[in-house]
């Protein structure tokens, strides 16, 4: 009786703690969205509906001229990391002896974690130096590029990684016993069963970018303010309820667009699954 | 034989392309950095350290940022809070992590992956719009604000110092930390449910068996089992912390003065890059142990050991 009682309170107080857990997670995010619609004064106390922050958004030259602008780096961020990011988890799954690999492994993870000021301060230096050597490259759009690109490789070469690490080598070693080239084997075999890591690296360092404060604010020049930018001005001068309005619409739309891509990630890996299962029956 | 050496050639390419990369954008800015650290500052920029002029190759060496950093107070009383904050923000998140870590791992398996998405997807919304929000949570009036006075917990902090005077919540060290609790808390769960979940319960069982409590059997088995996740996780938690920049400026006070801070106003607002270069060079001193060991962790982690 007693044990049953024990186990009973278990239970619960374990749904108790994730459920706290996830409404600490989720409290502020569910703010935004109900704020973005508030029709008051005092930005952080409901009084009614209203949508004229979304009006006033849409005449925000400044808001939507960073957007733009953020758009198109994260997009290149996004590539760019996944390619490197690949080749990165490659060298380290496949090749576990090389001159400096050590210090290879070292450099892709510690801009995971490496203080962000650190990391746009010496980018910024290095291409300072660089440009009174070659007098190129202006800061802008560019530098903003390298710096997110920096952070997104190590983002993209943790997720591609970890699923090269559960891949079944003797599936590329049959491919390659039946006369498969090396870079046959990559394209037809591993790239289809990386892919989801692939479609994951690439939304995950999509919004890394579109996020980015501190890198930017080193990186950019004159002219090429992002959103995180003109969303941080202003939020530092206080409660601003055009960034509400904003950032329920980028929730919204990565709402969207997280759930579209699991959904065909799972479905992907579920035909995946049942091809293999046929091709083991035979 | 061809096949051999344009594998060789592929290998080369693989390993090569995104190793000179990462040279070059990451490890060579920071010898930049250090160069910088001690070469003297000049009106709109720096001077080189070596120097042709004459016929004479001179080497001018200035150390005197870092002896201004060690003697002056302002400083070291900086560096000191940056390392408690980001100290009070890693045991925070470990306490709040590593029962929701636990509880993710042992709940139902088909619950599992859905429990996971939900706390990986705040990481595809905004990290800056997210700290933004507790802004008008905290504030005066706001949801939390409200439900922390009502609750009498502001008393609560007043007695520990992390407030200055009862119901103002916003700009202290209490909506600092909060606020780099909340951010940084997925960063300690992803790794301390990877590694709860993969824990052998047998262990458990065969522990019970042999007359060992729930509680005992937890740590003594189950905490030291989960090692590598927690100190992956605090790494993760604790060594950004420390050069934190964003949360600091929108949800910290006057008096909580943080090291990302001082290196941003050195660099922007007093335009002296060799003091901001110093101040960088400390920090990597100051993180470079909690580093190696992240790096250590993470690479073991990776090579599934």
Redesign the interface.
């Given at each position: 009786m007693k044990r049953g009682t024990s186990a009973t309170f278990n239970r619960w107080f374990?749904?108790g703690?994730?459920g706290l857990?996830?409404l600490?997670?989720?409290?502020?995010?569910v703010?935004?969205v109900v704020?973005s619609f508030n029709d008051s004064p005092?930005?952080?106390?409901w009084r009614g509906f209203t949508l004229k922050w979304y009006v006033a958004l849409a005449h925000d030259s400044e808001m939507l001229a960073g957007l733009w602008l953020s758009l198109k780096i994260a997009f290149l961020t996004a590539c760019g990391s996944v390619v490197?990011?690949t080749?990165?988890a490659?060298?380290?799954v496949?090749?576990k002896r090389?001159a400096?690999r050590t210090l290879?492994?070292?450099?892709?993870?510690?801009?995971?974690?490496?203080?962000?000021?650190?990391?746009g301060?010496?980018?910024l230096?290095?291409l300072?130096?660089v440009q009174r050597a070659l007098g190129f490259p202006e800061r802008g759009m560019l530098t903003i590029w390298?710096g997110h690109?920096?952070l997104g490789?190590a983002y993209a070469?943790?997720v591609v990684?970890?699923r090269l690490?559960d891949l079944n080598p003797q599936l590329e070693e049959a491919a390659m016993d039946l006369g498969a080239?090396?870079?046959q084997v990559f394209w037809l075999v591993t790239l289809p069963m990386i892919a989801q890591s692939l479609i994951s690296a690439w939304?995950?360092t999509f919004?890394l970018s579109?996020?980015d404060?501190?890198l930017s604010?080193?990186l950019s020049g004159p002219g090429a303010t992002t959103m995180?930018l003109v969303?941080?001005s202003r939020?530092?001068l206080?409660?601003n309820p055009s960034?509400n309005a904003?950032?329920t619409l980028?929730?919204v739309v990565?709402?969207i667009?997280?759930v579209a891509a699991?959904w065909f990630i799972a479905n992907a890996e579920r035909k995946r699954q049942r091809e293999m299962a046929a091709a083991v029956r035979g | 034989m061809k096949?051999l050496s344009?594998?060789m050639h592929?290998?080369t390419l693989?390993?090569a392309?995104?190793?000179a990369?990462?040279?070059v954008?990451?490890?060579?800015?920071?010898f930049?950095?250090g160069k910088?650290s001690v070469s003297e500052m000049e009106t709109v920029?720096f001077k080189d350290i070596v120097s042709w002029s004459d016929g004479v190759l001179s080497l001018a060496l200035r150390f005197s940022n870092y002896v201004f950093i060690t003697e002056d107070p302002l400083y070291f009383r900086t560096y000191l809070a940056s390392l408690q904050y980001a100290l009070a923000t890693t045991l925070l998140c470990l306490a709040?992590g590593y029962?929701?870590a636990?509880?993710?791992a042992?709940?139902r398996p088909t619950l599992q992956p859905a429990?996971l998405?939900?706390?990986m997807?705040?990481?595809?919304?905004?990290?800056?719009?997210?700290v933004?929000?507790?802004?008008?949570?905290l504030?005066e009036?706001?949801?939390?604000a409200d439900l922390i006075v009502d609750l009498g917990l502001d008393q609560v902090l007043l007695s520990l110092g992390l407030i200055p005077s009862p119901g103002k919540l916003m700009h202290t060290p209490f909506s600092l930390v909060l606020g780099m609790t909340?951010t940084y808390?997925?960063f300690m769960v992803l790794p301390l449910y990877g590694n709860l979940a993969k824990m052998d319960l047998r262990l458990l069982e065969a522990a019970a068996d042999l007359g060992a409590t729930p509680w005992t059997a937890f740590w003594k088995i189950t905490v030291p089992l989960s090692k590598a996740g927690i100190i992956a996780g605090s790494?993760?938690v604790f060594?950004?912390c420390?050069?934190?920049?964003?949360i600091p400026?929108?949800l910290g006070g006057p008096e909580t003065l943080m090291i990302?801070r001082v290196?941003?106003d050195e660099?922007?607002s007093n335009n002296d890059?060799p003091m901001?270069?110093s101040v960088?060079v400390v920090?990597?001193l100051l993180?470079i142990v909690p580093?190696a060991i992240?790096?250590k962790y993470?690479?073991e982690a990776?090579?599934?050991r």
């Open positions: 374990g749904r703690w994730l857990g996830y600490f997670l989720y409290l502020p995010i703010a935004l704020f005092i930005p952080n106390v490197l990011g080749l990165t490659f060298a380290l496949k090749y090389f400096g290879f492994s070292g450099m892709a993870t510690a801009p995971l974690v490496m203080p962000e000021v650190v990391v301060l010496s980018l230096l290095m300072v130096s390298f690109l920096l490789v070469a943790v990684q970890a690490q080239r090396p870079h939304l995950l919004t579109l996020d404060v501190v604010a080193f995180p969303i941080f939020a530092r206080g409660l960034v904003v950032a980028i929730i990565v709402a667009g997280v699991s | 096949t344009s594998w592929g290998r693989v390993i392309v995104p190793f990369f990462l040279l954008f990451f490890l060579l800015p920071f930049i950095v910088i920029s709040i029962p929701f636990y509880f993710m042992r709940a429990l998405m939900l706390v997807l705040p990481f595809w919304t905004s990290f800056l719009l997210r933004y929000a507790w802004r008008g949570l504030t009036g706001g949801w939390v909340y808390l997925p790494m993760l060594i950004p420390v050069g934190e920049f964003v400026e929108l990302g290196l941003w660099f922007f890059w901001a270069s960088a920090m990597v993180i580093l992240f790096n993470q690479a990776q090579e599934g």
